[in-house]
């Protein structure tokens, strides 16, 4: 049996909501609403940022895990027994085995210039790529913004990174040098160790992983001879992973099958994270955190006066309830209900909002970041436990005034003095 | 059934002190209607409230079916309040957002009464005071005689031994009024509860049995009415 206070109170709520005017219950709830999207987009787009910023490394560069040399050797020994082990895992979509260099980049070169001129010459890294297999991995043909991408029969034709162009970089510095006036089909002198040629841009990449931007990429065949890499030993090896697989059980498959510290390093995207990056995150988080407490705070204030006024207009006829017998208790659950009401469709609305609008809106359009491109991370267990504190903030906002208004003298409630 | 011995009520603003009962004595049998009269200010509506347990004298003591009411805790007189007692209130005192149906509903479902139960009294009550079909009827879709109408089937709904009605007709019309207290009396009439009313009016107070006379917050005149 439901008790007399309970039902007195559901039947008070359920009339003062239907009964009231429906603007100011809108008005409320609209609140309700934006309180409740205030403490999940805000954070969600702050968390976003980096996590755009996460995805694009993992998309363009590293894949679901990286196998990268150990800091101590120059690259993956016996490569090509480590590429049959990543093979041989059916979570592989597909690898792309990279070898890296060191070298130098030159540009306008051929225009006489005074001898004290210091030569154009950026500082890069150069990756020999199969363009197919980088390509089904990293997706690195659409990024090209300028030209064509390479074929793996090409010779002396490479891609560059946008970053390392003059007319890509939206600021000047002294220690991010860049090539003036670099177009498509114009040539470059490349160093590579002792070795120096003469190069072709078919091809310009843009993203916003600086990997990417600050490369040179040259087809496997020739960046082999270039260096004299006759042993297949890679340098890294990005690989993508089926929809659904687990990286971190494809590095565990992978380090049990003998790929081991001693020769490589196997990490997943998450663990070849730079570390600014997850420090940014957990800050951003924390940030987001303290602007959705004052909403949360903004919130609870809105509804404690809300329901203050309501309870104070009312007064008279609190005094009226309680006199012929109705108790305070039965009175202020009718309060607590109505917020709850409030609070709940607030919720509801917003997270209709956040899963059926937000979500999918940016991660079709993500908003333009100058380092990422910002998503609306809204992780379903932090979403639900937004929507359960703000009920329970609203409810405490709600009861609070009730039980003040309630507690005042009847007699004096129902005179009005 | 009321037993009122030495009551004083003494309202104190800042340093000023108004005196309004000065020692009343009275005694009401069960079943018994009657008609409490002054000027304005004389502590009419004052005692009413003592007796109705809405507000606690200053001293004194009021003693309703053997129980001294200042032993009662607050809960007890809220108990007392819903299931003893009915109140008629000078401005009918409805909820606005209920109909006159949940308004006369509401007291029922608090004592614990089903929903259905509750309607069903209700309506019941509703039809005898003649808005039977007005039941769902906003108090703002009502006149003010209809108002008072709802406001006494409230007050009756649930049989209370005492009912209380604070100048029932002061906002009413002279027909109003008479449907009103014509109502008041014969409930009296066929229920027999005791039954306190204040009114200003003497042509009113004629409908009770008993005309207790307040002046400067003592008992004036105390007169019985021969029917």
Redesign the interface.
Known sequence: MIP?NL??GF??AL??L???NPWTTLLIICVMILTFLNLVVLSGILVGLIEGAVGAVREHYTGDVIITAPREKGFIENSPRVIQTVQSFPEVASFSARYTEMGTAEANYQTPGRDTDIPERVSTTFAGIDPASEDATTNIRELLVEGEYIDENDFDQVVIGALLLRKYLDFESELFVTLENVEIGDKIRVQIGETTREVTIKGIVKSKVDEIDRRIFFPQKQFRTLIGRNDFNVDEIAIKLVAGADPIVVKGGLIASGITADFAKVQTFEDAQPKFLQDMKQTFRLLGNIVSSLGLVVASITVFIVIFINALTRRK?IG?????????T?IEISYVFQSFFYAIIGSGVGVALVYGVLVPYFNAYPINFPFSDGILVAPIMEVMASAILLIIITVIAGYVPSRMIVRKN??DS?LGR | MINIQQLYKTYRTGNIETKVLRGIDLHIADGEFIAIMGRSGAGKSTLL?QISL??EPTSGTITIDNKETSTLSN?DR??M???T?G?I?QDY?L????TAV?NV???L????QT?QAAYEKSVESLSEVGLKDKVDN?PSQLSGGEQQRVSVS??IAHHPKILFADEPTANLDAESAKTVLDLLSQLHKERGQTTVMITHEEEYAKYTERIVRLSEGIISEDERLKK
């Open positions: 007399s039902r007195v039947f008070l009339r003062q239907k009964r009231s006829f009226i309830l309680k006199g012929i017998g109705i108790s305070g039965a009847t007699l129902i | 409230y809405l507000d809960q809220i108990d309040r819903l299931t007692m109140y209130f005192a909820i606005p957002e209920l949940e509903m509401l007291p479902i608090m004592q614990g929903k906003l409230r007050a």
